[in-house]
Structure formats: structure tokens, C-alpha cells
């Protein structure tokens, strides 16, 4: 579990394609390190990869034929940048939100203009996510833990502090950019709860969530 509170920005500096999937290799950057064991979890870009190597400040993990289908990583080469956030702690500051490190799709950027030191920035989700975001929720963009601004349609906008800008690879964005996208747990846990025992049906994916509202009494 994570909180989308980076803590690093680290580099992949080598990638070992196998037949379907890929071992990467990252150097943590400022990342403490002295704590980390093999097995331990390390999200990178907001996909919650496992340490199945260490050599100084470098980690190696293993990311799935899943993971690479269904998340940015499909693009990734020695020198991609990526956001670094090792697995929380029960005794540490809760500062963002609850990050499970699943990636549910890829974003797009389409917009990016500057407010001063910050940044506005609108970006296309994937039709299917566009249920779970909502205005003043959380989102999670390459693993930064984020509150959404406003809403039209699947697209949604983010205003960016200073602060995240200097400590994630935000940055380096650009319209075009496609990004890992994590919806909020608790939206997709009440999608689930307000189907019932239709949960167990074949055809409970059929409903839509306004449909499933209204039955369950929530809107009239």
C-alpha cells in the first residue's frame, strides 16, 4: 500500500526483455535504500513493482506481461525517468491518499498552461475510468497522489504546486505524454457495494452506476 507522496525520482538503466516480460534495472536516486530488502515493494511511476535484486543504490524488478500491456511501461527505455515511493509504513504520516499501486489505465495529456509557478493541466482518461473520477477527489498520475479540479466528460483537470513539479517527473511533461492512472479505491469499492447480490450475476458489469444509484435509493 502507498500513499502517492513521492519520495524520489529514479532513472531505469538497463532493461532485460525476456520472451513476454522484463527485468528493469533502477537507480534509486535520493532514495533511502537502507531499508529495503528483496521482496520488499517499491511503486515506480504508480505500478507497485517487487525487489528482486539489489547492487548499491540500484534495484532490479520484474514487470509482468500484464503490467507492461496495461501501463506506460510499453514505452520504456535506459533513461526513463521514473516516480519512486517505497511501500508505507503503519507508524508514517498519512499525507496523500490510499495508493494500491494497480494501475487501472493510461492518460493522456492534452493541455498544459503555466499559472504562475504552477501548472494547469487537463488530461484524457480511458472512457471506462471516467465513472470513478470526480471533482475535488483523489487521482493517482504516475503515482502522485493528486486532487482533481474540475471534469468534462473522461477529460479532468490538475493544478500542479511547485513543489510537485521540482520533486516528481512532472516536469517533464508535454501534451502527448500518457500517464499511469490510478482511480480512487473507495469509488470503485461503492461500485461494488451498491450492486448487491447482483455482484454475483454475469451481467452485473451491464448496469451503469447512475442505474445502480438510483436503485439502491442514493439519487431519486
Known amino acids: ?38 521482496g520488499d515493494s517499491i511503486a515506480n511511476n504508480g505500478v507497485c513493482l517487487t525487489v528482486t535484486g539489489l547492487k548499491g543504490d540500484n534495484f532490479n524488478a520484474d514487470v509482468s506481461y500484464e503490467t507492461i500491456k496495461l501501463t506506460g511501461f510499453s514505452n520504456i527505455k535506459p533513461g526513463f525517468l521514473v516516480n519512486l515511493e517505497k511501500a508505507m509504513q503503519m507508524n508514517e504520516r498519512f499525507g496523500g491518499h490510499i495508493v494500491s499501486g494497480h494501475v487501472d489505465g493510461v492518460g493522456e495529456i492534452t493541455s498544459i498552461i503555466e499559472l504562475g509557478n504552477a ?16 471533482k475535488k477527489g483523489s487521482i493517482t498520475v504516475d503515482g502522485i497522489s493528486l486532487t482533481v479540479n474540475d471534469v468534462e466528460g473522461a477529460n479532468f483537470k490538475l493544478t500542479i504546486i511547485p513543489h510537485t513539479l521540482n520533486q516528481t517527473i512532472m516536469q517533464q511533461y508535454s ?46
Open 1 to 38: 500500500m502507498f500513499t502517492g507522496i513521492i519520495a524520489a525520482v529514479g532513472k531505469i538503466v538497463a532493461i532485460k526483455n525476456n520472451e513476454k516480460d522484463m527485468t528493469i534495472t533502477v537507480n534509486a536516486g535520493d532514495l533511502d535504500m537502507s531499508d529495503v530488502k528483496l
Open 119 to 134: 501548472i494547469e493541466c487537463w488530461v484524457k482518461a480511458p472512457n471506462e475510468l471516467a465513472k470513478y473520477i470526480a
Open 175 to 220: 501534451v502527448g505524454t500518457r500517464v499511469n492512472l490510478e482511480v480512487d479505491v473507495i469509488a470503485r469499492y461503492l461500485e461494488r457495494l451498491v450492486l448487491g447480490e447482483q455482484a454475483a450475476t454475469e451481467n452485473a458489469k451491464q448496469q451503469s452506476t447512475m442505474e445502480l444509484l438510483s436503485k439502491s435509493g442514493f439519487i431519486g
